[in-house]
């Protein structure tokens, strides 16, 4: 399916994905967890949203700099 | 033993997905709640790292679905302990789920972003107010307050445009999309950022209005994407989602913040 216009079309088709899959999307807290690189997310209490790439890559810190 | 699935999204039918796979390669499965579906598959070791590679994979598997079902996509790394337990929390906001694939079931979701072609402030004809030079040399501090000023009421100005501008294109728009989901100016470049809801059969009209609006604006950069997954039209539990206008009398339940964000 072709995305974006321009000559630009293939950056700005990715940051659209990445702005919709990472950031967008049902979002149901308390029941399921939203996870990356098999962090499990369940001692956070479930209420986690991921809001971009620069938070998904900080969840994959050690628990002492998640918490802090 | 219970394995961990990947959520990928909620659709309104309950039949089997047919020759379709998850982001590991295993099938997809569609687990019946009521009349609706929560499509699963197989949490496979690496697939949620965010990825480049894994975020496109994962969007061609949700827009796949999109061909067959009216979907409501799963945000990226959403994981469930076993099938029961996404098909409880899938339950478990039944009645909204029900709700929010009425509304997007035949639409698709059109992104456009609004840029600047150059310096806002310029472009909007009111760049940093030049003020004449007085008799009294100003000391080091007085310029830093008087620039400071100056650019400040050219950054108003700028707003000012970008919201004439904006209204512009909503009113252009108007009758187009059921739903709009809008960030103004949310960078000094960026003028607006905007996802719309337009049903499939209109989506040549939309294209045709954003191209006739490029022509009124050579100053500015009109990028349309789409048509996705209603990304940006989901049920969210969560306080801080994303806010969405349903123009046609949508029901504000599903966005708990979105009364809270009317103007």
Request: proline share 5%; net charge neutral; hydrophobic share 45%.
């Amino acid at each position: 399916m072709a995305k974006g216009e321009g000559t630009l079309a293939e950056d700005v088709t990715l940051l659209e994905i990445l702005d919709r899959v990472i950031d967008k999307g049902v979002v149901i807290g308390g029941e399921v967890t939203i996870s990356v690189a098999d962090v499990d997310l369940l001692f956070l209490g479930l209420k986690l949203i991921l809001t971009s790439v620069e938070r998904a890559e900080r969840l994959r810190l050690g628990p002492e700099e998640r918490l802090g | 033993m219970a394995e961990s699935c990947c959520l990928y999204a909620v659709v309104d039918s309950t039949l089997p997905i047919v020759g379709r796979q998850g982001l590991g390669g295993g099938p997809l499965r569609n687990l019946a709640v009521g009349e609706i579906g929560a499509v699963v598959g197989a949490l496979t070791p690496g697939v949620l790292e965010p990825t480049r590679e894994n975020v496109l994979r994962y969007e061609n598997v949700v827009e796949g679905l999109l061909l067959d079902f009216a979907v409501l996509p799963a945000r990226f790394g959403t994981v469930a302990a076993d099938e029961e337990a996404a098909r409880a929390a899938v339950a478990a906001h039944y009645q909204q789920f029900v709700a929010n694939l009425r509304q997007v079931k035949g639409r698709v979701e059109l992104g456009l972003k609004v840029l600047w072609r150059g310096d806002p402030t310029d472009s909007c004809g009111q760049g940093p107010a030049r003020v004449a030079p007085g008799r009294v040399q100003l000391g080091p501090g007085a310029q830093y307050m008087r620039q400071r000023m100056q650019e400040s009421h050219a950054a108003q100005a700028a707003r000012q445009h970008a919201e004439r501008i904006v209204a512009e294109i909503d009113r252009s728009l108007a009758s187009l999309p059921t739903a709009r989901w809008t960030q103004v100016a949310p960078t000094t470049r960026l003028l607006l950022s905007a996802a719309y809801l337009v049903d499939g059969g209109r989506v040549r009209e939309f294209r045709a209005t954003v191209t006739a609006m490029k022509g009124r604006h050579p100053a500015l950069s009109f990028l349309l994407s789409g048509p996705w997954p209603p990304h940006h039209f989901c049920y969210a539990t969560e306080g801080d989602a994303h806010v969405t206008d349903f123009l046609a009398g949508g029901d504000s339940s599903l966005h708990p913040r979105l009364d809270a964000a009317r103007r």
